[in-house]
Every structure is written in C-alpha cells, then in structure tokens.
C-alpha cells in the first residue's frame, strides 16, 4: 500500500480514536445482510447474532415473500436498504454505504456463515488485521455446502490467483469476511448511484464476483489480512441463487480484470514517478558552505549572466 493510502486509512475515525489516558473501547460492529427471499431462514440467523451489536444492516434485492417484515419482527432495531440494482455485489456495496460502525462483517442470510462466528473476525481485526478473509479450506474450516466441482473450481481459481496476485489465499470465493470500515474505499466498488443496464445485465463487481473483486482489492492496496477458519453449513431453506458455470466464468474474468488493472495502475504511478523526478529541483551549493538552492539550469545561466554583467 503506498503511503498516502496508508495516510489516509490511519486519518479515518475508528475504534483507535479513544480520549488519552482512556482504556480502548470495543469497536463498534456492523453486520451487512444481504437478502431475497429469505423470511425461512431470518430466525435462525438473528438468533444466531451476538449480543452486542452496534447494528444490523439487511439489504433487501426485492424480496417478494415477507422477508422485511420478518426482520422487522425478529429485530426491531435492524437497518432497512434497499439495493439500488441487483445482485449480491450491489447489495453489498449498498449495505457498506449504510454502515455508521468501526468494523464491519458481512454474512449471508441463508444460514450458511454462522454468526457465532462473528466474535472470531472481530478478534481479528483487533489484533491488528485490516482485513479478517474467512477459509473453508484453511486449519480447523469445513463445508457442509460446497459440491466437489465447486471444490475444484475454487481450487483452481484460488491456485490462480495466488500466483498472479502474490497472495496467499485459501479460500478465494468465501463470501465471510470482516473489515475496518475505513478500508472501504480500499474496494472501489461500483457506485450505488449508477443505473442499472437497460438490457437487465449486471454493472461488472455487482454479481457474486464481488468476493473476488474484494479480495483482490484489499490485497493489491496492501491491506494486513489474516485468515479466519470457518465452518460453511448447508443452506436452511430454499434454493440458492449461484450458477456454478455462470458464476464461475465472472470470477474468471474478474481475475483477468483486476489483474490488468493492476498493471495499469502500476504504470501510471511509475509514469508520474518519472515525471515527478524530471521536475524536482535539485539542491546545489554555489559556493562550498554556500546556501543557494535551485535548478542546475538556472544556477549556471545565473552564473553566465554574471560573467557578462559590467
């Protein structure tokens, strides 16, 4: 992460910002729930929830069963939005925008990511990470969920990105993560305030590439991130909405993407780097124990113009 980045994360209020001589207060947790369709399985994850929760933020796609009200009910003091667009990278990005907490965790409303889990992530942060990455596959993770052609897909992915990117992922496609909310920007997710295509299609990072993109993301801003071990349970209610070939193909192509991206950020920077040392003044003493300063050039054309001086 370049410096200015850094800069600008450390100046953003957080759980750090505690009056001197005061012990450190727990940061204040939000948690991001995107859903459609999912009154079934709203008990069981707000049950599930630890106490202590600064908020609740669930994300409706346009629920047609009773899947608002049902949150309402259970939670009377959750946070209501609606996605601007469709698809879970929308809902997500629209769930981030409306979050006032230090942290940040982002669950599904399925039943699948256990909320129990959430404390763990929250340690995470605490202890110094900016990112906490949940993993199926790393020590003491498990899914109950995944198909073993989704196994090999993700394997194949992860192996990928791993090599491109210099990480060391274990689980790519993990939608359970957690984050300072000052790292945001970090993600440059596609604006909530965007139209949706005329055609139906989905903006490129609102589909459920958006683990990905995310991961890719903090990683290439330098962000510290620590693997969290997590158990995946099977979805409680209903049939889930991701298409293995579909879905696998945008995970590619958003492979591809940031890693060109990447790239191009990379060049821009050493271009303006260039550019930057072309025009720098160099210090240069006229006379030894001397103080001038300036441009070589314009220290020997005031040479020449002395020598030519009466």
């Not at 982002?106 to 256990?114: K, N």
Request: glycine share 10%.
């Amino acid at each position: 992460m370049t410096q200015d980045r850094r800069s600008t994360l450390r100046s953003t209020p957080d759980r750090r910002s505690t009056p001197p001589g005061h012990p450190r207060r727990p940061p204040k947790v939000s948690v991001v729930i995107p859903t459609l369709n999912e009154e079934l399985n709203l008990p069981h994850v707000f049950e599930a929830l630890p106490a202590g929760l600064h908020e609740v933020v669930l994300v409706d796609g346009g629920s047609v069963d009773n899947t608002v009200a049902v949150a309402r009910q259970l939670r009377p003091d959750v946070v209501v939005v609606q996605q601007t667009r469709t698809g879970k990278g929308n809902a997500l990005a629209s769930g981030f925008a409306a979050c006032t907490g230090d942290a940040i965790v982002m669950i599904d409303a399925d039943g699948s990511t256990d909320p129990a889990e959430i404390h763990r992530f929250v340690e995470a942060l605490i202890e110094g990470a900016e990112f906490a990455k949940g993993s199926r596959f790393g020590k003491g993770g498990h899914s109950d969920d995944i198909t073993p052609l989704r196994r090999a897909g993700n394997m194949g992915l992860n192996l990928f990105v791993n090599t491109l990117f210099k990480t060391k992922f274990t689980d790519l496609c993990y939608g359970y993560n957690a984050f300072w909310r000052r790292a945001v920007p970090v993600m440059d997710l596609p604006s909530t305030d965007l139209p949706a295509p005329a055609d139906g299609r989905k903006l490129w990072g609102d589909g459920f590439e958006i683990e990905t993109l995310i991961n890719i993301r903090v990683a290439a801003g330098g962000l510290r991130i620590k693997e969290v071990s997590s158990i995946e349970h099977l979805r409680i209610h209903g049939m889930s909405n991701l298409n293995t070939f579909r879905d696998g193909t945008r995970v590619l192509r958003t492979i591809l993407s940031e890693y060109r991206r990447l790239g191009a950020q990379r060049r821009a920077a050493a271009k303006a780097a260039a550019a930057a040392q072309r025009g720098k003044v160099v210090p240069v003493l006229a006379v030894p124990g001397g103080n001038w300063y300036g441009k070589v050039d314009a220290l020997l054309a005031a040479e020449t113009q002395a020598q030519h001086t009466p």
